[in-house]
């Protein structure tokens, strides 16, 4: 099946600092989604996209959707301590399947 | 977005025993999903539970051991039958909108643990 892999799993870095992480699938996908899990909760979505190329941002956050449409990226700037948490990338290939598939999760430690 | 309530939050339960939990959306959607989340894991669908139809379930899930109900658009369950410790997870139910209906939105999610 569809896999996505998420790097790096886990990031320590100092408040203020800017963070990047990525997906990349061996398969091509539709729509791009990246997630933000805090301890005891759901995750909650931080940007969708949806068309090859797109550039979209949600504040301190940006993200792309590859050209390839196999990968895509989140940076978080100037990086608070309530970045904490874990992100996770998603993917849906189209059509009338809906599944996403879930990359493993970037544990992200933001030190004030 | 949509607010997504899931019941219960969490629960201790006994080898043996089944747990339904409920998941509640505050606006009629078409598409439902149960996931499973297993400790310092990533999200593994269980199924989609389209209102009107059975329930599709993913490769290694079947309806003995996890039936869902849909009985409209606002509501679904999932029940974890004869649990065993090694179903000792996080449930989570998500929604299915935006014009694809291809933006996933989750619930808080279901703390279940199986002595």
């Known amino acids: 099946g569809q896999q996505l892999n998420q790097s790096p799993q886990s990031m320590f870095i100092q408040e203020g600092e800017d963070v990047s992480m990525n997906c990349t699938s061996s398969s091509i996908f539709n729509t791009w989604l990246w997630y933000k899990q805090d301890p005891g909760e759901g995750p909650v979505l931080l940007i969708a996209?949806?068309?090859?190329?797109e550039l979209t941002s949600n504040g301190r956050l940006t993200a792309q959707f590859g050209i390839t449409r196999k990968d895509s990226f989140l940076n978080i700037s100037a990086s608070i301590p309530s970045d904490v948490g874990i992100y996770f990338c998603?993917?849906?290939?189209?059509?009338?399947?809906?599944?996403?598939?879930f990359g493993k999760g970037t544990l992200l430690t933001v030190n004030p | 977005s949509a607010v997504i309530s899931q019941k219960p939050s969490r629960d201790i339960c006994q080898r043996g025993t089944s747990l339904t939990i409920q998941c509640q959306v505050d606006s009629q959607v078409t598409m439902m999903f149960w996931y499973r989340q297993q400790p310092g894991q990533s999200l593994t669908l269980i199924a989609t539970?389209?209102?009107?139809?059975?329930?599709?379930?993913e490769s290694g899930f079947v309806i003995d051991k996890f039936p869902i109900s849909r009985p409209n658009l606002t509501f679904s369950t999932l029940t974890v039958s004869n649990m065993s410790p090694e179903d000792s997870s996080i449930y989570l139910c998500?929604?299915?909108?935006?014009?694809?209906?291809?933006?996933?939105?989750f619930g808080p999610g279901t703390r279940l643990t199986v002595l």
């Open positions: 996209l949806y068309k090859a190329g």
């Open positions: 998603a993917g849906r290939s189209g059509g009338s399947n809906y599944k996403l598939t």
């Open positions: 539970a389209n209102q009107g139809s059975e329930a599709t379930y």
């Open positions: 998500s929604v299915g909108l935006g014009l694809k209906g291809d933006t996933q939105y």
